[in-house]
């Protein structure tokens, strides 16, 4: 479901294994952004690396993950957010917006997603999963 950034969201519930859904409780939503590169790929990770500590000012941003796939030229990022409101601010920011207007990047798309929230309590890690599966 491709929509444009100032597309209105979709409607549906998203929980976190760690924070299993309640009634009346803010609903998480997934985002995943992609772009063909017009700069070498050696240049896009420089630049990545230096704007990656803004997105730590996004509130509700929890977490972001930098994609990269060399053989079909396809970069971007998946990004979670506590909330449904989180998602819809963090379009305002000029962060988002310059993704945009980057002459660096082509083809971009923005994908909001709702998440089976039971089959998601079974399967996503936990911070504290997380922690016990990491190896020295």
């Known amino acids: 479901m491709e929509r ?3 597309a209105p969201p979709h409607a549906g519930s998203l929980s976190s294994a760690a924070n299993p859904p309640r009634r009346g409780a803010a ?3 997934i985002r995943i952004v992609t772009f063909g590169l ?4 050696e240049s896009y990770n420089a630049h990545a690396v230096q704007i ?3 997105f730590t000012a996004w509130p509700g941003l929890l977490g972001k993950w930098w994609l990269s796939d060399t053989v079909s ?3 971007g990022g998946v990004y979670l957010f ?3 409101r989180d998602a819809d601010r963090s379009r305002e920011t000029g962060l988002f917006q310059g993704l945009f207007a980057n002459p660096a990047l082509k083809d971009i ?4 997603y709702d998440v089976l929230d ?8 936990t911070t504290q999963t997380s922690a016990l599966q990491e190896t020295p």
């Not at 017009?38 to 790929?41: G, R, S």
């Not at 039971?118 to 890690?125: E, F, H, K, L, R």
């Open 118 to 125: 039971t089959a998601t309590a079974i399967t996503a890690p």
């Open 27 to 29: 609903a998480m939503r």
């Open 52 to 54: 990656a500590p803004e």
């Open 38 to 41: 017009t700069i070498p790929v």
């Open 109 to 112: 798309t923005v994908q909001e």
């Open 82 to 84: 506590a909330s449904r």
């Open 4 to 6: 444009s950034a100032d």
């Open 73 to 75: 030229a396809t970069f």
